[in-house]
């Protein structure tokens, strides 16, 4: 069965603390996504990543890095927490392919920032 | 600017089909339609995608209007499990790529 791994269920930070969210995907696919879900916005996308060591920037990138070392792990990275980045986190996969948005997501993260 | 809208919720009662509506009035002539669905503190999972065709899997039917301008997606016999909120999404053109905006999709509650 195919799987999205994240690798914290619940986390809680303090305010302007370096925060490493991680996951991994077991399916070889070439893109990976981190998103935010926050009630009444629905799922905004942070950053993306189309091949190891490459980036994109998504719609509100702002407080937040990425890392793609490896295929299978995508690194979602808040250099100075702050208590607007409490949220659910959802990293997604998906193969490439023309007309494919098959994303994969995995069970999420909720981040709390006190 | 999500391209797609959708009822905030409906109901029905478990056993029966649960028809979900959604519109899609600007979708251009190549852009297929997308259903996810997402199960309180789960991700959301993919069910079914379609461009002209009606579609079926083993999770749903998807109906999609002459027109494109409408779709439904049709579990045909929903069970307590199915509870959760459903998107229906066209994907955008996006720098030189394309991505998905979940709107605020339909809230199915089935009733035992």
């Known amino acids: 069965d195919v799987k999205v791994t994240q690798s914290s269920r619940y986390l809680v930070k303090r305010t302007g603390e370096k925060v490493f969210l991680e996951c991994v995907q077991d399916m070889d696919h070439e893109n990976m996504f981190w998103y935010r879900q926050d009630p009444g916005l629905g799922l905004r996308l942070i950053y993306f990543?189309?091949?190891?060591?490459?980036?994109e920037k998504g719609d509100i990138p702002e407080g937040y890095s990425v890392s793609r070392e490896k295929k299978e792990r995508f690194s979602l990275i808040l250099e100075s927490a702050s208590t607007n980045q409490t949220s659910m986190y959802l990293c997604?996969?998906?193969?490439?392919?023309?007309?494919?948005?098959?994303?994969?997501f995995g069970s999420g993260t909720q981040l709390s920032v006190l | 600017d999500a391209k797609t809208t959708q009822p905030p919720s409906m109901d029905c009662a478990e056993g029966r089909a649960a028809n979900l509506p959604c519109n899609h009035s600007?979708?251009?002539?190549?852009?297929?339609v997308y259903w996810y669905r997402q199960i309180h503190s789960q991700g959301p999972q993919y069910i079914i995608h379609?461009?002209?065709n009606n579609e079926t899997n083993e999770m749903a039917s998807l109906i999609i209007t002459e027109d494109r301008k409408s779709s439904t997606l049709i579990l045909p016999h929903a069970t307590l499990r199915d509870t959760a909120v459903y998107y229906c999404i066209v994907r955008v053109p996006w720098d030189s790529s394309y991505k998905l905006i979940f709107g605020s999709g339909t809230r199915l509650l089935v009733r035992p």
């Open positions: 379609g461009l002209k």
């Open positions: 990543s189309y091949d190891v060591k490459m980036k």
């Open positions: 997604a996969s998906k193969s490439t392919g023309r007309s494919n948005e098959k994303l994969f």
């Open positions: 600007t979708i251009s002539g190549n852009e297929y």
